[in-house]
């Protein structure tokens, strides 16, 4: 028998503010289309317009004239196990979750505000908007204003007619780039389908700003090790035996080149990068 609205309206929602939401109540389906056009999301007109404080009410600056704005992402965050690990781990940043699902969304949040009443003074750093990234970062980030993206198991999208909706590619590459800090921003990739792995490591090569970490390097990187147990997702493919690939890649600065006729048409000679880009 199904409930009216009025009927909900009567029950109220099924988790309280503040309360531990239960996850079987906000199970959804494991992947969605982002490149469909069957939902709408909210997004500002340009990132400077975006207000934070909602997200983050209760997290102050040190420098009062700098707004508090995301410099990590969880893109594709799930139900949100890496972006609540993330909050304690870099406690100097600003985390933020993205999840393209309502119901997850939504879980997430309830479960940061409840680690919040739980541990006062703590997980004030976190806090997950729903959105697609495949096509609204550009409205909420700034140039050169995150550190780290991770991207935890995303869709593989098998059918090679769905290659376009891969979260990893040489167009998203270069939006990547653009709002990561060069010499400091890191991309994180990992996933348990060792045929996307290829995929993303065969782009990022080839990506000129993007250079891949050393094993070394990324042993040094505590966030490799909490990408790879800390989501919900991870913690299942260990359960089940399987492995995990993952690979890791720097932001890097753009080189200064100089386009005359006679190079114009050369590979990769297809427009001028200057200093102030990178």
């Not at 992947?31 to 997200?55: A, G, I, Q, R, V």
């Not at 792995?197 to 080839?206: F, S, T």
């Not at 493919?237 to 005359?260: D, F, H, W």
Request: hydrophobic share 30%; glycine share 4%.
């Amino acid at each position: 028998m199904t409930k009216t609205d009025n009927e909900d309206e009567e029950y109220g929602p099924i988790t309280a503010e503040g309360e531990m939401p239960q996850k079987k109540f906000y199970r959804s389906r494991a992947h969605c289309n982002p490149l469909s056009h069957n939902d709408t999301f909210e997004y500002p007109s340009h990132p400077s317009k975006m207000d934070w404080s909602s997200h983050y009410p209760n997290l102050t600056s040190s420098d009062p004239l700098k707004k508090i704005v995301p410099t990590v992402l969880d893109v594709g965050c799930g139900f949100g196990g890496l972006t609540i690990a993330l909050s304690t781990l870099l406690p100097q940043q600003v985390i933020l979750g993205l999840e393209i699902r309502a119901k997850v969304a939504e879980y997430v949040r309830l479960r940061i505000v409840a680690h919040r009443k739980e541990y006062p003074g703590k997980y004030q750093n976190a806090s997950v908007l729903r959105s697609n990234t495949m096509k609204f970062m550009p409205n909420f980030f700034e140039k050169s204003s995150l550190e780290k993206i991770f991207f935890c198991f995303p869709d593989p999208h098998f059918k090679k007619k769905n290659h376009p909706r891969r979260i990893v590619s040489d167009r998203l590459l270069s939006e990547y780039a653009f709002f990561l800090k060069p010499n400091v921003g890191r991309l994180y990739c990992i996933t348990d389908v060792e045929d996307l792995h290829n995929w993303h490591v065969k782009h990022c090569r080839a990506h000129p700003l993007f250079r891949e970490l050393t094993q070394e390097e990324m042993d040094q990187d505590p966030c490799v090790k909490a990408m790879y147990s800390k989501t919900e997702e991870g913690k299942k493919v260990e359960r089940s035996g399987t492995n995990k690939y993952y690979a890791v890649y720097q932001r890097v600065a753009a080189p200064t080149v100089l386009i005359t006729a006679e190079n114009f048409f050369d590979a990769d000679g297809y427009g001028v990068i200057s200093e102030n880009d990178s």
